[in-house]
C-alpha cells in the first residue's frame, strides 16, 4: 500500500504540476494527465492492504498532522486534478465525466476531514 500511495501523491504532484503549466500544455497532454490520474485512483481501489497512521503526542504532532491530513487526502487530490486535466482536455460529453469525478474528489476530501471528527464526537457521547 506503500509503494501505491506515493505513486499516487507523485502523480498528484505532477498533475498539478501539469494544471499550473499553462503556456505549452496542449489537449492531448491533458487528456494524457486525465487518464494517469485516473488510473492512479483506481490502483488504490485494489486489494491489498490498509494504511493506519498513528500520531502520538508529544512535540512533533503540530508538524506530523497536516502531513498525515494530506497523505489521506492524495486520493481525492488526484481526482481532483485528473476531473479539471479532463475537463481542459476533452471537447465532448467527456467534459462532463471529468467535471463528475472532479465533484467526487471534493466531496471524498471534504468527507475525508468531517467523518472522522463525526466519529469521534459520536463514540464520546
Known amino acids: 500500500m506503500k509503494v501505491r ?3 499516487v ?3 498528484a504532484f505532477g498533475l498539478g504540476l501539469l494544471l499550473g503549466w499553462r503556456g505549452a500544455a496542449t489537449p492531448g497532454l491533458y487528456r494524457l494527465g486525465f487518464f494517469f490520474g485516473l488510473a492512479a485512483s483506481l490502483a488504490l481501489l ?4 490498509e494504511m ?11 508538524a506530523l498532522l497536516p502531513i498525515g491530513l494530506t ?5 481525492f487530490i488526484v481526482l ?12 465532448s460529453f467527456m467534459r462532463y465525466v471529468s467535471l463528475i469525478l472532479a465533484a467526487l474528489g471534493v466531496a471524498g476530501a471534504i468527507s475525508s476531514i468531517l467523518f472522522p471528527y463525526y466519529l469521534r464526537r459520536r463514540s464520546l457521547k
Not at 52 to 62: D, H, L, Q, T
Not at 71 to 75: G, H, I, S, T, Y
Open 5 to 7: 500511495l506515493v505513486a
Open 9 to 11: 501523491s507523485l502523480v
Open 46 to 49: 485494489l486489494p491489498g492492504g
Open 52 to 62: 493506519i497512521i498513528g500520531i502520538s503526542p508529544g512535540p512533533w504532532r503540530s
Open 71 to 75: 497523505v489521506m487526502m492524495a486520493p
Open 80 to 91: 481532483v486534478e485528473a476531473g479539471i486535466a479532463g475537463y481542459l482536455g476533452f471537447e
